[in-house]
T-cell receptor, first 112, second 115 residues
Framework: NAGVMQNPRHLVRRRGQEARLRCSPMKGHSHVYWYRQLPEEGLKFMVYLQKENIIDESGMPKERFSAEFPKEGPSILRIQQVVRGDSAAYFC??????????FGSGTQLSVL | SQQGEEDPQALSIQEGENATMNCSYKTSINNLQWYRQNSGRGLVHLILIRSNEREKHSGRLRVTLDTSKKSSSLLITASRAADTASYFCATATQDGGTSYGKLTFGQGTILTVHP
């Protein structure tokens, strides 16, 4: 049973480009969470999704960031017109209803 | 200061010694969880303690929770070099989504266990 799969592992973008981060939850998990970790800091909640629904996006920046979890396929975190301050590790986690989170290994985004 | 602050920021011990990490938080919580993160990797869930519990054990881990002081501690007994990692506490607030998933993390304690 594969764990939470995130790709790419590392992503380099120039300022102004778009970044797409993918997350495939564990089999049987219908809840997906995205977190961001800045250097030497703890994780910060961004968004909570279920299939085809955004449940809580209170941690998402108001502009340039969006997330989806379609009926088929992985969850996508999209960052448009990236800036240097977007450089961070982005972690996805999945769970069943009201169960503990399983985290992926993260995507390290570097903005040049 | 932020919800879920760990103390100390860094801890260096010898194999076989015990390691104690503390966490403080500010708001009422549903539960508090501890996670471990190896360098450059995702987090691994270690243990969860609910707001109505005071102590919990799992193998070499012992977690305490004092809701009156809004603090928790994680004790790792008989530490091993393989325990070297960052340890984070995370709280789930009562008005969160599911009680497990929307978590507020502290900044972590970096534990180094020397062989």
């Amino acid at each position: 049973n594969a764990g939470v799969m995130q790709n790419p592992r590392h992503l380099v973008r120039r300022r102004g480009q778009e970044a797409r981060l993918r997350c495939s939850p564990m089999k049987g998990h219908s809840h997906v969470y995205w977190y961001r970790q800045l250097p030497e800091e703890g994780l910060k909640f961004m968004v909570y999704l279920q299939k085809e629904n955004i449940i809580d996006e209170s941690g998402m920046p108001k502009e340039r960031f969006s997330a989806e979890f379609p009926k088929e396929g992985p969850s996508i975190l999209r960052i448009q017109q990236v800036v240097r301050g977007d450089s961070a590790a982005y972690f996805c986690a999945s769970s069943r209803v009201d169960e503990k989170l399983f985290f992926g290994s993260g995507t390290q985004l570097s903005v040049l | 200061s932020q919800q879920g602050e760990e103390d100390p920021q860094a801890l260096s011990i010898q194999e076989g010694e015990n390691a104690t990490m503390n966490c403080s938080y500010k708001t009422s919580i549903n539960n508090l969880q501890w996670y471990r993160q190896n360098s450059g990797r995702g987090l691994v869930h270690l243990i969860l303690i609910r707001s109505n519990e005071r102590e919990k054990h799992s193998g070499r881990l012992r977690v305490t929770l004092d809701t009156s002081k809004k603090s928790s501690s994680l004790l790792i007994t008989a530490s091993r070099a393989a325990d070297t990692a960052s340890y984070f506490c995370a709280t789930a607030t009562q008005d969160g989504g599911t009680s497990y998933g929307k978590l507020t993390f502290g900044q972590g304690t970096i534990l180094t266990v020397h062989p």
